[in-house]
């Protein structure tokens, strides 16, 4: 039998309609940093589906070629959960901003890390509501001046990668829009992860944001990837030194080597599973159902 060679795929197959974000935006690096890890995977448009929510960012389902499901306000994690686990063959991933992530989708996302599920969810982190003409979000800094807080928010600020680690993520990664080879790598290690993979991103919004701008993350992010003695598979180390820096920290931060998605663990057999991957939804769904408990 003839062996099929599969054509590798360019950044360009992925392109979807012309983004109308703000120029300068730090989706844009996102957008860019996803086209080319999903070619360097050579992952068929097919074979991925995209699930947003509500917010600037989450228009990026629009501007990637795959399949999306554009959802609303925090619930682009449970429609991406049950994605997943109807057809385990696709790649999915999530992408929202802080906003739609840390607010009112805060729920969703504890126990989206909780249970596991093998999606990637890259999380726009601006600081700000971009789409609605820039009132201060759960990620602001206290004291921050926006269109909703005049004299300054009076808020304590939300880390969603602290979150994730107390509440027991396997992968935890935060990235930065003004480094896109850091991106790459970031997205690629996190749709290769075996369960639920959080990057944040520190994505500047140019139009809304005059504090967090590019020049400012540059001067106030730690890229944990350049220390040579930084473990990312100690999560009590790992917390322990991300609450006592005086920077942003950005790069790998944790990964649990021995991580087991929650789709594995619903098998029967979960020490032994059969090739997720060979499993077709249809037509051979009692296969498929079969292996379940």
């Not at 829009?177 to 790459?184: A, E, I, R």
């Not at 993350?217 to 180390?237: A, C, H, S």
């Amino acid at each position: 039998m003839a062996t099929v060679i599969k054509a590798q795929r360019n950044p360009k197959d992925y392109e979807g309609l012309k983004p109308v974000w703000c120029p300068g935006c730090g989706d844009f690096g996102v957008l860019n940093a996803l086209k080319k890890v999903l070619a360097d995977l050579n992952i068929d448009p097919k074979d991925i589906a995209l699930v947003t929510g509500i917010g600037c960012s989450s228009q990026i389902s629009s501007f990637l070629k795959a399949y999306a499901f554009h959802g609303v306000h925090g619930r682009l994690l449970p429609v991406a959960t049950a994605i997943k686990l109807m057809n385990p063959h696709l790649t999915v991933i999530g992408a929202g901003g802080d906003g739609d992530g840390y607010a009112i989708g805060l729920s969703h996302f504890l126990h989206a890390v909780r249970r596991n599920v093998d999606i990637t969810y890259i999380v726009m982190n601006n600081q700000v509501y971009g789409l609605t003409k820039g009132q201060a979000s759960p990620t602001a800094a206290f004291g921050f001046v926006t269109t909703s807080t005049p004299q300054g928010t009076r808020e304590r600020d939300v880390d969603g990668v602290k979150l994730a680690l107390a509440a027991g993520a396997t992968f935890v990664a935060r990235g930065f829009s003004g480094d896109v080879p850091q991106l790459v790598r970031l997205f690629k290690e996190a749709l290769q992860h075996p369960g639920f993979a959080l990057v944040d991103v520190l994505s500047p919004c140019v139009t809304y944001n005059r504090v967090n701008t590019y020049d400012w993350f540059r001067e106030n992010i730690l890229n944990l990837d350049e220390d040579p003695e930084y473990d990312p598979t100690d999560r009590v180390k790992v917390l322990t030194k991300i609450m006592t820096l005086d920077r942003i920290p950005t790069g790998l931060i944790f990964k649990d080597p021995s991580s087991k998605p929650y789709s594995r663990l619903l098998l029967k057999d979960p020490d032994n599973p059969p090739a997720l991957e060979e499993l077709r939804v249809r037509p051979e769904l009692a296969e498929l159902q079969e292996q379940f408990v």
